[in-house]
Structures are given as C-alpha cells and as structure tokens.
C-alpha cells in the first residue's frame, strides 16, 4: 500500500512541475446499498494534466464504512489520448485501479476504454480484466496455496445524454456499469444523473445522483443502492 502512495504524490508533485494544462476535482458522495451495512460517505480527490496531445489521471480517496475495514478507498491512475476513427473523434483510456478492501482483500484493475462525443449523446465502450488477490505474507502465514482470483474480461459501457440549459447551466444523464472507483458486472448498470454549473471560466460545482440496482437481465430486477455526490473542478 505505501508505495501505491508514494507513486501517487510523486506523480502529483511531477504533474505539478511539468508545463502543463491542469484540472483539479474534489467531491464528497454519501448513500447506501446491501452491501454498505447501512449508510456510507467517501472522499476523493485528483488532478488531470494535458501534456501536448496526452492526458495524465491520478485519483485516490478515502471511505467511512460499517462495511469496510480500510479507511482508504481506492487509487486510480488514467493515461489518455485523441485520435480518429474514420475521421470521427475519439479519446482512448488506458487505466490501473487498486482496491484494498481489507488487509487481507485487494482487487485491481486494469482497463481500456474508447470514448466518442455527438452533439446530445456521448457513447463510452470498453474491456477491463479484474485480480482478488490475498498479500503474500497474509497467504504464506496462512498456508493458502491460491492467492488470487482472476476476472478475465468484463464489458464496460456508458450512455450519456447532455442538455445545456443555459451558458452557466448543464444536465446530463447517464447509463453505466462503471463510475469513480466502482466497476460493475455488464448485468448491473446505474442510473446517474448530473447538474453541473459554471461559477467563473475555471470553476465549475456539480451534483450526482445515483441509483444502482442488480440482474437487469434477470427476470427480477433488485434494487441494490443510492448515492448523492457534490463536488468542484477548477483549472490551476
């Protein structure tokens, strides 16, 4: 875990010496679900760098739980770039996360995710493979030969539609299977919904509600959880 850290500041100090276009994005989420043992709340923070036609991501957060025995959430990093498709625009996204839900949990991730923007709608499709895996010293003292289960490929997907309502004011709404740190099997997709406003020309608040729920091809469609998240994003 330490070093997952000392990865992530370094790359923050690095993203902050560097020349470059930089995006900061702070936010606090709180809801429940089945899993959570009743309400939850998580905070996250993280900054994006534009270095010539390349975009550098690192986000961590933190989460206050019945349910979890970490305090630290998750750590995310993103590499992207623009390109064409049969001259139409495109932004491929190639990620790493780390989940430690315990001292003796760990899921990792590791994603790519092509993501292309119409006028109303925007459309994002991608794979990721998934790894549980025990810590060694934790398999070794334990006599667990199997240390990991591996997830070889999930789809990932969103649809998003946008409707500004004015030059301050936006709106979109969203259908995914994936969000900050939470990635979910194609079968159980969340309803999300944005209302975004622009303070000043580099500072913008924003307002999440979520609802997810489980086995939308099943006969029987549970409902599974909620979120609500506000936060802001500013140009340094």
């Known amino acids: 875990m330490k070093y997952r850290l000392v990865l ?6 690095s993203l902050q010496t560097i020349k470059a276009q930089l995006t900061a994005d702070i936010s606090m989420l709180g809801g429940a679900n089945y899993a959570s043992s009743g309400l939850y709340s998580d905070f996250s923070g993280g900054i994006t760098a ?3 036609e390349w975009q550098f991501a690192a986000t961590a957060g933190v989460t206050f739980s019945n349910a979890r025995e970490n305090e630290f959430n998750a ?10 498709i049969k001259e139409k625009p495109v932004t491929g996204h190639i990620f ?3 989940h430690p839900f315990s001292a003796i949990l760990h899921e990792h991730n590791v994603g ?10 925007s459309y994002d499709i991608g794979l990721n493979t998934r790894i549980f895996k025990l810590p060694n010293a ?10 990991s289960i591996w997830e070889p490929i999930n789809l990932m997907y ?3 539609y946008y409707h500004p309502f004015s030059d301050q004011w936006d709106f979109k709404a969203s259908v995914t299977n994936f969000d900050t740190f939470l990635i979910q099997q194609e079968t159980n997709p969340m309803l999300i919904a944005n209302l975004g406003y622009q303070l000043s020309s580099k500072l913008k608040m924003y307002l999440d509600l979520g609802y997810l729920q489980a086995g939308l091809m099943n006969i029987r469609v549970n409902y599974f959880g909620y979120f609500i998240r506000g936060g802001i994003q500013w140009e340094l």
């Open 8 to 13: 992530f500041f370094l790359m923050l100090i």
């Open 158 to 160: 969103k649809i998003t």
């Open 50 to 52: 534009v270095i010539s």
């Open 75 to 84: 750590l995310k990093m993103d590499v992207s770039r623009d390109f064409r």
């Open 138 to 147: 934790y398999a070794e003292s334990n006599g667990y030969d199997q240390v």
């Open 96 to 98: 790493y996360q780390w």
């Open 112 to 121: 790519i995710i092509f993501h292309h923007r119409r006028s109303k709608f």
